[in-house]
């Protein structure tokens, strides 16, 4: 079993900044890539930003140049740095991960419970 847990959402004046992390643990052999999605009321859920295991990124285009996303393969660990907040980034937050729990197995996907950011206009 694996456990994504994030941390590190809240509320927030439009403008500023939060950072969001998300470790993984329990039966874990590597993990590939890593990523963050969104959900606004009302709304699917959404690509914010992925990373692969070697540190290549992808943003989605509402985000790109205000959020960062980056990654600590020793701890399993992935963050999102916000920037510029905008009343429009509200939404849940949701930690994915690509886990393999074993050598020479195939990898599962795997969500966390999600971080509520706010942003007050």
């Known amino acids: 079993q694996v456990q994504l847990v994030e941390s590190g959402g809240g509320l927030v004046q439009a403008g500023g900044s939060l950072r969001l992390s998300c470790a993984a643990s329990?039966?874990?052999?590597?993990?590939?890539?890593m990523g963050w999605y969104r959900q606004a009321p009302g709304k699917q859920r959404e690509l914010v930003a992925v990373?692969?295991?070697?540190?290549?990124?992808h943003y989605a285009a509402s985000v790109k140049n205000r959020f960062t996303i980056s990654r600590d393969n020793a701890k399993n660990t992935v963050y999102l740095q916000m920037n510029s907040l905008k009343p429009g980034d509200r939404a849940v937050y949701y930690c994915?991960?690509?886990?393999?729990?074993?050598?020479?197995?195939?990898?599962?996907?795997?969500w966390g419970r999600g971080a509520q950011v706010t942003v007050s206009s």
């Open positions: 329990g039966t874990i052999f590597s993990i590939n890539a």
């Open positions: 994915n991960a690509e886990v393999v729990p074993g050598k020479a197995v195939g990898w599962n996907e795997c």
């Open positions: 990373i692969s295991s070697g540190g290549s990124t």
